[in-house]
């Protein structure tokens, strides 16, 4: 197996150095504008896989035409957002990468691209409008995991204890989906603080990024796990918005969904009835900025 990592800042190296030590790819391609970066980082990784006899081959590189015959593409190029921003507030800027990086990608490869760069599902939304290839957002699988630890932390239980997913947008818009929600395989109901929950969700990232600079460890862990769920098929549920075909646009939206080299089904049937309702009000919420920010975007699209 052949991966792209399109930018080799702070999310994208823990993205790589983590698939990498995962021991599953023979080759990687290393990709981002600022010069020698990738080249200093392939060599950061070169020395991790020789301690860990791991033979992975690794090429950084400055020039998009060396991305070629790559099985999966994980993009995190463009902006992050700075403490008090909006993920949304990126969506001109970074939507202009990923035109760009749509126009030229699919040229020389006929991969699956897994978007992680924000607003995440937009730009996931916007690179297979353009590039007419199968794109994924990582989007709330992220939230998931932060929705899991907190509820064990709060409740004293192991994590693995926790089950449940959050769906929707990736950021302030995700929403709990509380008919997920168990411990020990028994509903949640009224044992945790809901609006606690939610709040933690949604504010966790923005917090962390005020002191530390950006999230990394976190997404940088749970973006493995979806790459190596598509890599060696291994079909975990996962919540991770997927195209969707709504009005005359393809919008990515988040739920539970079995993750291998294809994806689906998606268990979106399982969920009750209010918790179906949020994903729809989601969508057409998702569906209204995005027409309008596509609209600020003619140059572009
Ligand atoms: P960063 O500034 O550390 O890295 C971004 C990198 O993108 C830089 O190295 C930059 O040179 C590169 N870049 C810019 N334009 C490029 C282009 N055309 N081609 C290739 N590379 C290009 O930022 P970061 O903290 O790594 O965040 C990157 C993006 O990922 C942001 O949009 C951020 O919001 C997002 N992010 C998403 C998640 C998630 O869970 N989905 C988690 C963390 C960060
Ligand atoms: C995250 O949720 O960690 C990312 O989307 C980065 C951010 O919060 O901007």
Redesign the pocket.
């Known amino acids: 197996t052949t991966i792209g990592f ?7 190296q823990t993205i790589a150095f983590n698939v990498l030590m995962g021991g599953y790819t023979d080759e990687a391609i290393l ?4 010069p020698d ?1 990738p080249q200093k980082f392939e060599h950061e990784l070169r020395h991790a896989l020789a301690s860990r006899r791991l033979r992975t081959e690794v090429m950084g590189t400055n020039s998009l035409e060396d991305v070629s015959s790559c099985d999966v593409i994980v993009i ?6 700075k403490p008090g921003m909006d ?1 949304r507030n ?1 969506f001109v800027e ?1 939507a202009k ?1 990923i035109a ?2 749509a126009r030229e990608l699919p040229k020389r490869n006929d991969a699956i691209y897994i978007m ?3 607003p ?1 599902d937009m730009m996931a939304s916007i690179f297979m409008k353009l590039s007419g290839k199968y794109t994924i957002s ?1 989007g709330d699988q ?1 939230e998931t995991m932060r929705l899991r630890s907190y509820i064990a932390k709060v409740l004293k239980v192991p994590v693995n204890y926790v089950g449940g997913y959050v769906g929707g947008e ?1 950021g302030d818009d995700a929403v709990v989906l509380w008919s997920t929600v168990s411990i020990k395989d028994e509903p949640v109901r009224d044992k945790v603080n809901k609006e606690e929950v939610e709040k933690y969700v949604k504010d966790i990232p923005g917090d962390i990024i005020k002191v530390m600079g ?3 460890w976190g ?1 940088g862990t749970i ?1 493995e796990e979806i790459v190596r769920s598509i890599v060696l098929n291994e079909n975990k549920v996962m919540s991770i918005a997927f195209p969707h075909y709504f009005e005359d646009e393809i919008v990515h939206i988040s739920e539970p969904v079995v993750v291998g080299s294809k994806i689906g089904p998606s268990l979106e049937s399982l969920l009750d009835e209010k918790d179906r309702w949020h994903l729809i009000s989601a969508t057409k919420d998702f569906y209204t900025f995005y027409k309008e920010s596509l609209g600020k975007l003619q140059i572009v699209v």
């Open positions: 399109i930018g080799t800042g702070k999310i994208g990709y981002d504008i600022i970066l995190t190029a463009g902006k992050p957002r993920r990126l970074n990468i760009g990086l992680v760069s924000n995440v990582t992220v990736h950006g999230t990394t997404p973006i």
